[in-house]
């Protein structure tokens, strides 16, 4: 794997890359709130041979720039996704996306049909069911929470994404390099920004377009999803025609990290279609 940086108007987009060119279109990995391309790297090696792969750290996320202001909304990281994939000569992909990653790939497969060759939603957000009711309370104090002391926000941050896990332990590792970018007082500050551009109203303006996608779609859940219920998935499944929907027991929010296996399996099922 190797990974670069690509000027994207303006700012700086990390990527990494796997796999080699083949018969079949690239496949795109998005990651949600708050983590980054580090959520996929087991199931990166296991998805099928002789396709180009690549991994996006979206904007203030990862290795990715902090935002400094620029849109943070759905819209906007989908149009930044379109950008580096024109940079990347990539004309149409699998794309395949974890909670906000799976609301940024439902817009492109609504608005963009002929860059998504195939969709993939794992733990996707949907409709007007997102952020949880603790991130809402949270939006709700963002003018002090831009006040509070960066270490307790980062903790409190840490606390919360390790309810997504069923191995706690196996979490904390993962979680501590997803809130790496947000401590200090600049890194509260950038994710101050993410929390406010989180709306419900995209998605739920996308929701009545749900059933026009022409693309294969797979659809993934973990059975005990503290964040997004298993009612959510349910639903984008009888909304977009034809779609496969999998439940993958004993598995909370963090899917390709808890089961990277059964999401590759699915993977390599969707892009036979």
């Known amino acids: 794997m190797r990974g670069e940086f690509v000027d994207v108007g303006g700012v700086r987009l990390y990527y990494y890359a796997a796999g080699s060119g083949g018969d079949g279109e690239p496949i795109v990995f998005l990651h949600g709130f ?16 002789g396709r180009r ?38 004309s149409f992909a699998t794309i395949v996306g974890h909670d ?9 497969a609504v608005r963009h049909p002929t860059r998504v060759a195939r969709l993939g939603l794992v733990s996707s957000v949907a409709f007007d069911s997102w952020p949880t009711r603790e991130v809402r309370m949270v939006k709700a104090t ?3 929470t831009r006040y509070l002391p ?16 069923s191995d706690v332990q196996r979490g904390g590792h993962s979680v501590d390099m997803y809130i790496l970018p947000f401590e200090g007082a ?20 996308l929701a009545p377009r749900l059933k026009d996608i022409v693309a294969p779609t797979a659809i993934i859940t973990g059975a005990h999803d503290p964040f997004l219920g298993i ?29 990277p296996q059964r999401v590759a399996d699915v993977i390599a099922n969707l892009v036979t279609r």
Do not use: C
Request: glycine share 8%; net charge negative.
């Open 142 to 144: 963002l003018p002090l």
């Open 100 to 108: 906000l990653g799976g609301g940024i790939a439902q817009y492109l």
């Open 34 to 49: 708050p983590t980054s391309s580090h959520i996929w790297r087991d199931v990166v090696p296991l998805v099928p041979q």
């Open 186 to 205: 600049e890194g509260r500050d950038t994710l101050v920004e993410h929390l406010a551009a989180l709306d419900p109203d995209e998605t739920e303006a």
């Open 231 to 259: 009612g959510v998935a349910e639903r984008l499944h009888a909304e977009i025609r034809g779609s496969t929907f999998e439940v993958i027991p004993d598995v909370r929010h963090f899917v390709p990290e808890l089961a």
């Open 150 to 165: 960066a270490m307790w926000v980062a903790s409190v941050l840490r606390s919360d994404l390790l309810r997504g896990y």
């Open 53 to 90: 792969v690549v991994v996006i750290d979206l904007l203030g996320y990862g290795r990715s720039d902090r935002p400094e202001g620029r849109d943070l909304s759905i819209k906007g990281h989908a149009e930044r996704v379109l950008a580096l994939l024109d940079v990347l000569r990539i």
